[in-house]
Nanobody
Framework: QVQLVESGGGLVQPGGSLTLSCAAS????????MCWYRQAPGKERELVAS???????NYADSVKGRFAISRDNARNTLYLQMNSLQPEETAVHYC?????WGQGTQVAVAT
């Protein structure tokens, strides 16, 4: 069955960087449109970035120029490089493939 396992979250200082990973299994990863979402406390889940099967990327306006989504089809892994993180970006980050979600990884931005 489809499995998505996020990792790489943690505590980072404002202005810092983190790279998230999402290990995928149970489906043909290379042909799927993949997304990263995040959900801050008390807020709706929002789309952060997406990458198509032909590596076309899109980003939320709030992260353009700071985040980079990528995929390694040989490793069935999705990545999200996040730079210049701010406290308001503290959130649980999820990867999504079609209607399937991972369990999420927590990112906390604080001093």
């Amino acid at each position: 069955q489809v499995q998505l396992v996020e990792s790489g979250g943690g505590l980072v200082q404002p202005g810092g960087s983190l790279t998230l990973s999402c290990a995928a299994s149970g489906f043909t990863f290379s042909i799927y449109f993949m997304c990263w979402y995040r959900q801050a406390p008390g807020k709706e889940r929002e789309l952060v970035a997406s990458v198509s099967s032909n590596f076309r990327t899109n980003y939320a306006d709030s992260v353009k120029g700071r985040f980079a989504i990528s995929r390694d089809n040989a490793r069935n892994t999705l990545y999200l490089q996040m730079n210049s993180l701010q406290p308001e970006e503290t959130a649980v980050h999820y990867c999504k493939a079609h209607n399937n979600w991972g369990q999420g990884t927590q990112v906390a931005v604080a001093t």
